[in-house]
């Protein structure tokens, strides 16, 4: 899962993506302090790896992960080449889904590209950028179907497509709130829209307003958010930058003394999992305890070709049992005498937390 961390300059993605990443990006009170991309890998938050990693007494355990990218603050004019908006336009095509960062805290020390505190306004000033960007490729596409057109008319259920897009970016709405068909959606795809990639806002708020709901900056995000069918999350920066210089003991205390259940991490991956409809499924053994992340409704051969394509091609059945039957019958011994282990043939489909021993031939 690739995340691009996208935003005006100077509203804190450097300082949240150094946090969550520990990667030491540059941070600066700047535009285009970030110019290449900054990638970091971060594991995926999930205690079940740990009670299986007792249980088996494991060698090591592996947790899924996601790839963070710290794309560079993008301006007004982007789509038109303005900082450098052309290669930072196209590292966006890249990932799966956008964590845009808002600025919703006042600070006269940190200054804004647009000299205002107004976070609907920066949130509109990137979307625009993004759909001039997908109008420009879609005004191309259209020419060139056109031409195509002339010659096979199979092409005009593209045709088509693209005029509905054309229309939805023209009155300023992204390609994602669009609706689609399952017979257009593998085109559309193919476009690699930046406008039509889900979308998670992130309310970057100060410390003292990490736990207000009631922040006016975070209550226009939220609203604009749910327009758009967008997921969004309220975080502070700079308490995540204090939360990765801890240790997981005295995180869990700074968690509980600021009133908060979980990280800012911990809110994106639950986000961006929900967002890209996302599960995992384990596999447990002596040698290893492992996630493994797979898109909600995936069967098990395909989610056995995450470990390996042979797998996938050889599969014969899987051994299943839930997370929580294990725990509750105490043992795999246990669980077998109870009758919880399953197979399940290839029609199966698997469920999140379901911790999976594939039967293949070589």
Known sequence: MKLGIVGLPNVGKSTLFNAITKAGAESANYPFCTIEPNVGVVAVPDPRLEVLEKMYNSKRKIYAAIEFYDIAGLVKGASKGEGLGNQFLGHIREVASIV??????????????????????DIETINLELIFSDQELIEKRIQKTQKSLKNDKSFQSQLDILLKIKEHLEEGKPARIISFDDSELEFVKSLYLLTFKPIIYVANVSEENVTNYENPYYLKVKEYAENEKAEVVIISAQVEQEIAELDDADKSEFLNDLGLKESGLDKLVHAGYHLLDLISFLTAGEQEIRAWTIRRGTKTPQAAGKIHSDIEKGFIRAETIHYDDLVAAGSMASAKEKGVLRLEGKEYIVKDGDIINFRFNV
């Open 100 to 121: 845009h960062v808002v600025r919703c805290f006042d600070d006269d020390n940190v200054v804004h590209v647009e000299g205002k505190i107004d976070p609907i306004s």
